[in-house]
């Protein structure tokens, strides 16, 4: 080999070792850091009394009301629809007012009392509403319906206490018991059945009113 060859070759060798060596270095960099510690999640410790129980657990910050009552309690009872507040399958009862518990975290309610469908009624002894929605046909596939009876548990309280709705006329007398005003206080429960006529039914046949 001839002094120009033999130069060349060296540098190929000197060009395959040097990037063996940066190979190395980057190998040596990138393992530390896929075998990094995975950073502590902020989380609390807070106590809710749920259908009656007191339960103490620790929660992630981030974990909505709904998760905590599906993933944490396995009370799914509760569903999951939309999981923005839109479409009223996870309505429950927090200190026995109706609420979207896909909006709100569970680590604002420290101490409150949590009412699900599971804390209504069992299958031995149905809540009122529950009956009513069987006697009328008031679901169909049935996801909708825990919302539903919970939110028309939580509407039927609102009405007796007076507060009134968008369709309530005069805001200074106690809101009628009215179809209309059902009507009104369920919109915010989606039925992806259709069943409304039969739900209004049912709830009106507890409140006493004659859609």
């Known amino acids: ?9 060296m540098s190929r060798r000197e060009l395959l070792i040097a990037g063996a060596a940066s190979t190395a ?20 410790t807070l106590t809710l009394t749920v259908n009656g129980t007191p339960r ?5 910050h981030r974990t909505s009301l709904l998760d905590l009552l599906r993933e944490h309690l396995q009370l799914t009872g509760t569903k999951k629809g939309c999981d923005h507040g839109q479409c009223g399958a996870c309505t429950v009862l927090l200190d026995g007012r109706r609420i979207n518990s896909c909006l709100t975290l569970a680590v604002m309610h420290e101490g409150a009392q949590v009412t699900t469908i599971e804390g209504l009624g069992s299958p031995e002894k149905l809540h ?4 009513a929605f069987v006697r009328h046909d008031g679901y169909q596939c049935g996801y909708c319906t825990p919302g539903q009876v919970c939110s028309a548990v939580g509407a039927l309280d609102e009405l007796q206490r007076g507060v009134p709705s968008h369709v309530t006329a005069d805001l200074t007398a106690r809101p009628l018991l009215s179809a ?4 009104e206080r369920l919109s915010g429960n989606l039925c992806r059945c259709g069943a409304y006529s039969n739900i209004i039914d049912a709830v009106g046949e507890v409140a006493g009113v004659k859609p």
């Open 25 to 44: 270095v980057v190998g040596g960099t990138a393992a530390p850091a896929a075998h990094a510690a995975t950073p502590e999640l902020p989380s609390a």
């Open 128 to 131: 009122p509403l529950q009956a």
């Open 180 to 183: 209309d005003e059902l009507r």
């Open 1 to 9: 080999m001839d002094d120009f060859h033999e130069a060349a070759a």
């Open 56 to 60: 103490t657990l620790a929660v992630d």
